[in-house]
């Protein structure tokens, strides 16, 4: 992990040096999520996964295509889109599956009593 101090430039982007970009095994085109951390941002890589499309049966293709072309966006934005929304949805879960097991662990402790 490195830590930056940026500097306001008036533009919307992180600067590294090449020093930075080959120590962090960062590409042209590399995308990222930026979270807020400790009075700065966390930039976490996203990962690149190859799906063989010759895998995919016909109906799933066409309808890549299909969303491709209404939304005038690459069949590869079109799946980068969809996996984010299951990822959104599953971490979202997990997060209603914490909070079932907490409040199932104070309805179980004899001390709280609810009405």
Avoid at 4 to 14: D, F, H, Q, S, Y
Avoid at 17 to 29: C, V
Avoid at 57 to 79: A, H, M, P, T, Y
């Amino acid at each position: 992990m490195i830590k930056k101090t940026i500097e306001p430039t008036g533009e919307l982007c992180v600067k590294f040096t090449e020093d930075e970009l080959e120590k962090l095994n960062i590409k042209q085109g590399d995308k990222f999520s930026i979270k807020e951390q400790d009075n700065g941002i966390l930039l976490e890589k996203f990962a690149t996964i190859e799906l063989d499309l010759w895998e995919f049966k016909r109906d799933i293709l066409e309808f890549l295509l299909k969303e491709s072309c209404e939304k005038d966006i690459s069949v590869n934005e079109v799946i980068s889109n969809i996996m984010e929304k299951v990822i959104e949805n599953d971490n979202r879960q997990k997060s209603l599956d914490t909070v079932t097991v907490n409040l199932s662990s104070i309805a179980d402790d004899s001390s709280y009593h609810f009405q």
